[in-house]
């Protein structure tokens, strides 16, 4: 019987392996694998001041764990590593495989065939591998209102998404999902993932499997992607909030000129505010929660935040902004990953 937490990790005993990341969840699988006395030999991050230069979602300081490890950790000269200082420090400590979670950048080719098994990363999408691969699947998903994610352990190249895949674990996107419980759902996958994997990878061992069908990408989302058009049906404006919530930049909107961020909000009912325009606040309550009107119903505000001593109020409107260039916006959905709902 499977005991949560009781795992054995069975690598090699002189195995070396780099683990590189700079997020909260890589921290969190980072540390279940030193519980488990995984050969990590180095740590490579970023510190604070790159992280805020590269705009980094999730971003968590390693120093600490290398500390309490007694690990060197190897800041690179850049984010994406393409100083020729970074390629030197890796042809200089041979090891044998690095684990890339969390890391929001391509690695160098270079830097890759330093490591004698190649280095592991990780990427998903509701349809699996080949298709979603490029930037935010989970966010997007969450937009998509998919039911599902489909994430890989792949061998890296120099590609966007495009390694060799060595296993894969499935997972629900429930309705009750927002951005966070996501990450939650991704660590415990990789987890398992490299638990059960590592040790064949090292040992040569692994048979790896070419990513097959049709190649897909998802765009780049920006911080003003996460503006509410308030003709958007309910579903669709409390997808956009669940998929960008802390800890990305968050859905926001304005009334009177004030931003308005909303950080959680739940459909609340088809049956109230029918003769309502949509964005005008209907009920507002002391607890400071509101109720939106909506094209096909009303929208429940519970977490939010305003600039100076702005408060809800009943007939206040949020204001649409003319027309919205957002890249999730209706005519480009065609372009991200197809329409229809993935094979079952």
């Given at each position: 019987m499977y005991v949560p937490g009781d795992r054995t990790l069975d690598v090699p005993e002189d195995a070396e392996i780099?683990?590189?990341?700079?997020?909260?969840?890589?921290?969190e699988v980072l540390e279940s694998l030193l519980e488990h006395d995984a050969p990590v030999s180095e740590i490579v991050s970023i510190t604070p001041e790159m992280a805020e230069r590269g705009s980094v979602c999730k971003y968590r300081s390693f120093a600490e764990i290398a500390e309490a490890h007694d690990l060197p950790i190897y800041y690179p000269q850049e984010?994406?590593?393409?100083?020729p200082a970074d390629l030197d420090h890796f042809q200089t400590i041979d090891a044998d495989c690095m684990i890339v979670n969390g890391w929001q950048r391509l690695v160098p080719g270079e830097i890759l065939d330093t490591f004698e098994r190649g280095a592991l990363g990780n990427h998903g999408s509701a349809f699996g591998l080949p298709r979603g691969r490029g930037r935010s699947p989970l966010n997007w998903s969450l937009v998509e209102d998919l039911d599902r994610f489909l994430l890989s352990v792949i061998q890296l190249d120099p590609g966007a998404d495009s390694g060799e895949v060595v296993t894969t674990r499935k997972?629900?996107?429930?309705?009750?999902?927002?951005i966070e419980t996501l990450y939650h759902k991704v660590t415990m996958a990789i987890e398992e993932m490299l638990f059960e994997s590592l040790g064949p990878v090292l040992r040569g061992e692994v048979e790896y499997g070419e990513q097959r069908g049709e190649v897909t990408y998802y765009p780049k989302r920006n911080p003003e992607d996460g503006e509410i058009h308030w003709g958007n049906t309910t579903r669709d404006i409390y997808n956009q909030v669940r998929a960008v919530t802390d800890p990305y930049p968050g859905a926001f909107t304005f009334h009177d000129g004030t931003p308005v961020e909303i950080w959680e909000a739940t459909p609340f009912s088809d049956e109230f505010a029918l003769d309502v325009e949509p964005g005008v606040i209907v009920e507002s309550f002391e607890l400071g929660d509101f109720v939106v009107a909506t094209p096909?119903?009303?929208l429940l505000v519970t977490d939010w935040e305003?600039?100076?001593?702005?408060?809800?109020?009943?007939?206040?409107?949020?204001e649409s902004r003319g027309e919205h260039d957002r890249v999730d916006r209706y005519e480009h959905r065609e372009h991200l990953t197809g329409s229809g709902a993935p094979d079952a």
């Open positions: 780099v683990y590189a990341s700079c997020t909260r969840p890589g921290h984010y994406a590593m393409e100083d997972f629900d996107l429930t309705t009750y999902d927002t096909d119903g009303t305003a600039e100076g001593s702005w408060e809800p109020a009943p007939g206040r409107r949020f």
